[in-house]
């Protein structure tokens, strides 16, 4: 599912107009990222929590000419699904 099939699945699901159902999509993708951005977490009970997390220096291994590498330490984003949510997905 893209961007636009899923304004179109929650704007039939919460009964809004499209241009409704995108704001609210945006509005929210807007505070996840701009939350997670300043190391803080958002969690949603039953679905999963954003957040920021550490990953330390590490070497790696150019695929195409086996030299090593060092990557550089890194603060990635992450979601962690909630017991709801993969109690869903594995079909119980």
Known sequence: M?????????AKKAELSKA????????????????????KKVQLVGFGTFEARKRKARTGKNPRTGATLKIAAATVPA???G??????????
Do not use: D, R, S
Not at 2 to 10: F, M
Not at 20 to 39: C, G, H, S, Y
Not at 85 to 92: A, C, I, L
């Open 2 to 10: 893209n961007k636009t099939e899923l304004v179109a699945e929650v």
């Open 20 to 39: 409704a159902a995108e704001k609210a999509v945006n509005a929210f993708l807007q505070a996840v990222v701009t939350t997670v951005a300043k190391k």
């Open 79 to 81: 979601f962690k699904a």
């Open 83 to 92: 017991k709801a949510f993969k109690v869903k997905v594995n079909g119980k």
